[in-house]
């Protein structure tokens, strides 16, 4: 077996325990230090803005929810093309047709999500503020992880890569931009003169 540039035989102890120690030494293969480096840099980001969430803690509450309807979304948008892909059924030729089609697809799915966001973020009495925000938060989450999940899959081709690959990053990225778009949009909804005075306007 080739791991890594390494020629390891599958077969004995000694070559298990090789291809173990090849796994641990690349730690992009090893989803327990990925996972770990996304915690760390996802840390990073919330201690960057604690002020915001220690002001609006609703944001955090619903933080998990908005982060993980993006990586689902996305991941599911990235199936569709990778499966489309190796059935043969996505070409050049309707390559475009079929983008347009996600494009429709991340609209009306962002908006139904977001409303059923909305519906939450009342049914737990949030104040308007921070409601408001997170349904901006959510919409765009959902909208910008499905364009991605269905253009990266193609863009991996373009370069040669394996489409495959796609399907795993997506969910990373998505955990990294979810949190960067919720606390950007936070910022913007709840600790900016314009934001105020938008919130005046729409909540009152």
Known sequence: MIYAGQTIPLCGTRNKKALFAAHCAHPSSNPFLSSLRLAIRRSFILASNEALLQKHPAIIYFLTMLVGAGGNAGNQAS??????LALGTLTRKNQGDFLRKELTTAFYLSLLLSIAGFARAVLF?????????ITISLFSIVFFSIVFGATLPLLLKSLGTDPAHSSTSIQVIMDILGVVFTVGISTLLLDSPWGHWMVERLVG
Do not use: F, N, Q, S
């Open 79 to 84: 199936v569709r093309v990778i499966r489309g």
């Open 125 to 133: 009495k949030v104040p308007g503020a921070e409601t408001l925000a």
